[in-house]
């Protein structure tokens, strides 16, 4: 019977933790969303993506938020006939279509992530200093974890 030492189940118990932790922040944040944005987090996701990264494909966004591209195709479709990506031709390729964010879906991307991001600032504030800190060195620590396969 195989046996398991303690620094891996001192891991487990934070893998646990942090699931948890996590996925309870992930949710509160969902719920500042502003309030005129119906939108889902699989949407912002992608407007989020596009304003970080610029115009994309569909296989890229895919790739990116890790689904399978009809779906994101069916999220783009959405995005699009609520006016907030646009498709268009590549710019050196024009066989490649491109999705790009619209000046519509820039501001509701930037006032969603102010609304959340005002939030979460004020809870920080509750927190000591050395609180702060700690969060101040995990956060790309998390970011990081979040990208591995």
Do not use: F, K, Y
Not at 15 to 31: C, K, P, Q, S, Y
Not at 47 to 56: Q, T
Not at 57 to 72: D, K, N, Y
């Amino acid at each position: 019977m195989p046996t398991t030492s303690p620094t891996t189940r001192r891991d487990a118990g934070l893998a646990a933790e942090l699931r948890v932790g996590v996925m309870r922040l992930r949710r509160r944040l969902a719920l500042e969303h502003h309030p005129e944005n119906d939108l889902s987090l699989a949407q912002m996701a992608v407007l989020a993506l596009l304003l970080r990264r610029g115009e994309l494909t569909i296989g890229e966004l895919a790739r990116l938020e890790r689904v399978q591209p009809p779906s994101m195709t069916r999220t783009v479709s959405c995005l699009e006939e609520l006016g907030l990506v646009e498709r268009g031709r590549h710019e050196t390729d024009g066989r490649v279509v491109v999705v790009a964010l619209t000046e519509r879906g820039r501001a509701v991307v930037l006032a969603d992530r102010s609304r959340r991001d005002a939030w979460l600032a004020v809870q920080l504030s509750q927190l000591t200093p050395d609180e702060r800190a700690v969060l101040r060195v995990a956060a790309p620590i998390l970011d990081r974890l979040s990208q591995a396969d």
